[in-house]
């Protein structure tokens, strides 16, 4: 399931930003701040974001530029939330990459009811959906589906069947033995060969570099482990 939906805020007025941050944890968000581009991308490389909240006038280069780049390696959402307010700033930031913009002031209701929105159509799950988020991958396990930069991943019965259980015990070193039976039945005649089959595939369709994975990791003379 998605948990702990993290959100980083990138703008240098700190006590406008900690009183977002403050609203956004008490409505369920892990929130972090960054007072620049430099420390954005720092953030950015130490984890997994799931939406970016960001200003236009930074210290070291304008929001426009961060989102240019950020869009040459990421899908992350993100909404402009500044005072910029000009008809020409704001269909830059959608046509630079940005998903919603916000004008300052705004209420932080408001603010709250943006980010909401663009999760749900982002992520397209409800509370009583089970979701795990890596990357740019999306895991339904409830509605069984897959989504990688926003396009839909085909995966066979067993595929899934061997993801969903990935994700079901992330950060857990499952054994090659546990794995088998979980997915292909505890009395089932398949050889572990099958199942280092499926992992490979499962790295081809969802990992970046599948040589050298970044989530679905093999975790030596044990087995396997969706990590997080």
């Given at each position: 399931m998605l948990k702990d939906k993290k959100i980083l805020i990138v703008d240098d007025d700190e006590d406008l930003s900690l009183i977002m941050a403050e609203m956004l944890e008490d409505h369920g968000y892990e929130a972090a701040i960054a007072k620049s581009g430099e420390e954005a991308f720092t953030q950015l490389s130490k984890s997994i974001w799931h939406l970016i909240l960001l200003d236009i006038n930074l210290p070291d280069e304008t929001g426009f530029e961060l989102c240019r780049e950020l869009r040459k390696v990421s899908s992350v959402p993100i909404i402009f939330a500044s005072a910029r307010t000009s008809e020409t700033d704001r269909i830059t930031g959608f046509d630079i990459g940005g998903d919603d913009y916000l004008p300052k002031p705004y209420s932080m209701k408001e603010l709250l009811a943006r980010v909401n929105a663009l999760i749900r159509r982002t992520y397209g799950f409800t509370e009583d959906e089970k979701i795990t988020v890596f990357g740019d991958v999306t895991v339904n396990i409830t509605a069984r589906t897959v989504m990688k930069?926003?396009?839909?991943?085909?995966?066979?019965?067993?595929?899934?069947?061997?993801?969903?259980?990935?994700?079901?015990?992330?950060?857990?070193?499952?054994?090659?033995?546990?794995?088998?039976?979980?997915?292909?039945g505890a009395f089932s005649m398949v050889e572990a060969s099958t199942l280092t089959v499926h992992i490979r595939w499962l790295r081809e369709k969802l990992e970046d570099d599948p040589a050298s994975p970044r989530y679905i990791k093999t975790v030596y003379k044990v087995g396997y482990m969706l990590e997080l």
């Amino acid at each position: 399931m998605l948990k702990d939906k993290k959100i980083l805020i990138v703008d240098d007025d700190e006590d406008l930003s900690l009183i977002m941050a403050e609203m956004l944890e008490d409505h369920g968000y892990e929130a972090a701040i960054a007072k620049s581009g430099e420390e954005a991308f720092t953030q950015l490389s130490k984890s997994i974001w799931h939406l970016i909240l960001l200003d236009i006038n930074l210290p070291d280069e304008t929001g426009f530029e961060l989102c240019r780049e950020l869009r040459k390696v990421s899908s992350v959402p993100i909404i402009f939330a500044s005072a910029r307010t000009s008809e020409t700033d704001r269909i830059t930031g959608f046509d630079i990459g940005g998903d919603d913009y916000l004008p300052k002031p705004y209420s932080m209701k408001e603010l709250l009811a943006r980010v909401n929105a663009l999760i749900r159509r982002t992520y397209g799950f409800t509370e009583d959906e089970k979701i795990t988020v890596f990357g740019d991958v999306t895991v339904n396990i409830t509605a069984r589906t897959v989504m990688k930069g926003g396009k839909a991943v085909s995966l066979s019965l067993r595929e899934f069947d061997l993801l969903s259980y990935l994700c079901e015990n992330p950060n857990t070193a499952l054994t090659k033995e546990k794995l088998l039976a979980q997915v292909w039945g505890a009395f089932s005649m398949v050889e572990a060969s099958t199942l280092t089959v499926h992992i490979r595939w499962l790295r081809e369709k969802l990992e970046d570099d599948p040589a050298s994975p970044r989530y679905i990791k093999t975790v030596y003379k044990v087995g396997y482990m969706l990590e997080l």
